[in-house]
């Protein structure tokens, strides 16, 4: 199949697992072609199966908001009628599954059928496409994909509750390239980071408030205070200044390190011990799957998708939102024993294995063939 997908490209999970859908998808046989503002970050082989086509929005200073839909939209277009996509996947409902339905109305008009396949990620309806100025239109753009598919079942619940929708939505829920995670450095040079005798803990996010930031410091306070440790803090966004500051108020400042954006996740996650999760809102946890495929358990928050994929007592634990106490005893339970650390990492492991590519990839694939069968006339 010709395959288009259309994503953010930059850190967020949206775009990684996009990206990562797409390269699985090349190495199956079939044609992908990216169409977005700039080239996936985790894109980073482009191939004769893999393409990247750029939308550019021109600036013109009548605009006070450029207009990104109209420019993706005729992009589609053009894309679609030159490399005879078979069909589109738009991650993320806002703006991509309205501007698809555009480009797929210019298209009949034709004569040219193109079925959408649209991928709930989380925020798209969880805290944006609800709100009242984006209500409408996000409503009618799911209503109007030939598939959609939501990452968790907590985000089916929650796409039914908050919208008005007629369209049937299938769970695919998130995926790991295991290849990527096991076995991959035979020295992740923890020495460069800590002392033999500290643990490891790590958080990557992109720093929003839904991350909670503040209680992964201070949960991390409370550990340190038993348990000789350093904090990996992974990412950029708005509250990463705030951390920094909430550390040094906190005296622990030389015990954290703020990487930044960073291409080395694997990397960070191959010296890690615990990753911290305690978002307020959470559609899946990519993140946290990531971790756990590397053998870091997970001590979360227990909203949204995340109990899906974080097991209680198996992969780590789950606390409240807010309940930075009974998160940090829970990590202090893990980490402070060799033996019960060693179990928590293996069963990490094996609750990952659930969300191997290998078995997540073809239900999309049908998803697509469905979606050719049963492309609707507009
Ligand atoms: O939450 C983020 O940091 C980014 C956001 C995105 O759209 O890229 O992530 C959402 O999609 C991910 C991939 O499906 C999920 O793993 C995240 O849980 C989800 N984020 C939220 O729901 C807050």
Do not use: W
Request: aromatic share 8%.
């Amino acid at each position: 199949m010709n395959i288009g997908i259309v994503c953010y490209p930059t850190f967020g999970g949206s775009g990684v697992v996009a990206t990562e859908l797409g390269l699985e998808l090349s190495k199956r046989g079939h044609e992908v072609h990216f169409i977005t503002y700039s080239q996936p970050v985790r894109l980073e082989l482009l191939s004769n199966k893999v393409h990247y086509h750029e939308v550019n929005v021109p600036e013109y200073p009548l605009f006070h908001y450029q207009p990104y839909e109209l420019a993706l939209s005729s992009k589609l277009v053009d894309m679609v009628k030159l490399h005879k996509i078979d069909v589109l996947h738009v991650h993320y409902a806002i703006p991509h599954a309205y501007a698809a339905y555009m480009a797929k109305k210019m298209l009949f008009e034709e004569g040219i059928k193109l079925p959408i396949v649209t991928t709930l990620h989380g925020t798209d309806i969880t805290l944006v496409g609800s709100h009242p100025f984006y209500k409408s239109a996000v409503t009618f753009s799911i209503n109007k994909s030939d598939a959609v598919t939501s990452v968790s079942q907590s985000l089916k619940d929650d796409t039914l509750r908050l919208f008005d929708i007629t369209n049937d939505i299938q769970v695919v829920p998130n995926f790991i390239d295991f290849a990527k995670y096991t076995n991959h450095f035979t020295d992740c040079q923890r020495g460069m980071m800590a002392n033999d005798d500290e643990r490891i803990i790590t958080h990557i996010s992109n720093f929003r408030k839904v991350k909670r930031i503040d209680d992964i410091i201070k949960i991390f306070y409370n550990i340190q205070k038993e348990i000789p440790a350093k904090l990996m803090m992974v990412g950029d966004g708005p509250e990463k200044e705030p951390a920094e500051q909430l550390c040094r108020e906190l005296g622990i400042e030389d015990k954290v390190v703020f990487f930044g954006k960073s291409h080395e996740i694997d990397k960070i996650l191959c010296f890690s011990d615990l990753f911290l999760l305690p978002s307020e809102t959470e559609s899946f946890g990519l993140a946290a799957l990531e971790a756990m495929a590397s053998g870091v358990p997970v001590i979360s928050s227990n909203t949204g998708g995340i109990p899906e994929v974080n097991k209680e007592g198996v992969s780590g634990f789950l606390s409240d939102v807010g309940d930075i106490d009974s998160m940090s005893k829970n990590a202090i339970k893990i980490l402070k024993d060799d033996s019960v650390l060693t179990m928590f990492k293996e069963q990490s492991i094996e609750e990952a294995k659930q969300f191997d590519i290998h078995e997540i990839v073809p239900l999309y694939e049908s998803i697509y063939k469905q979606a050719l069968a049963n492309c609707v006339s507009i």
